[in-house]
């Protein structure tokens, strides 16, 4: 078990992250094999890419209990590439949290239809961390320095409305008709001009996303520094117990 899942349909690549009891925790191995189902998108069948998460959350980031994580900020980042990279358009369906890594996930994909019910956070610094998975470039080229700032420093939930208002998603819907909105929105890309779509992508990843390798590797050299504080320590235990960190700079 991966916790990935995917299928295919009427052109449309439907990639779930199928971890619901951990909601969508990602590891190693699980990371490995979302790069892998996405990078299916390139088939000639396929004109979109839908990722999902099963059950009551998107994605809640990274899992924390520190088992199959050696390599997790590599494997993240070649997620992330697959999206960017793939020549056709791929649809974040968020329900519920995309929190930390899930947050980078949702931005990274061309658009993001989210139930209204939904937020998104990079909590990195709860737990002694700095973004990932390209969070430094993916949410500044949505929201602006200064609104990025405040998400990563501050760690502070975005409700779908205001995250739609930020102009970091492009769809919110109501909770009751999300499935019939997602479902006629991935229709309409999916019967779409695909080579349009394809020059489009490429132009719009070029003017914001240019500088997301070095970004990668930023990150890559930062949350390795970090993993080894005194203050990811103590999260890491708070964590665990069930309570707040108490951080000393160290």
Known sequence: MTGVSSSVADGVLRVVLDRPEKL????????EQLAERISGGNDEAIRTVLITGAGRAFCSGGD????????????ANEVIRAIVNMPKPVIAGVRGSAIGFGCSLALACDLVVASESAFFQLAFTKVGLMPDGGASALVPASVGRQRANRMALLGERIPAGQALKWGMI???????????????????????PTVSYHWIKRALGEVTLS?????FETELKGQQTLALTADHREAIRAFRHREAPNFQGK
Request: hydrophobic content about 35%; charged content about 25%; cysteine-free.
């Open 211 to 215: 500088d997301l390798d070095d970004t």
């Open 170 to 192: 492009s769809h919110v819907v109501a909770d009751p008709d999300y499935d019939d909105e997602l479902s006629g929105i991935v229709a309409t890309i999916a019967h779409g």
């Open 24 to 31: 969508n925790a990602v590891n190693t191995p699980m990371l």
């Open 64 to 75: 924390l209990s520190g088992r199959d994580t050696d390599g997790a900020g590599d494997a």
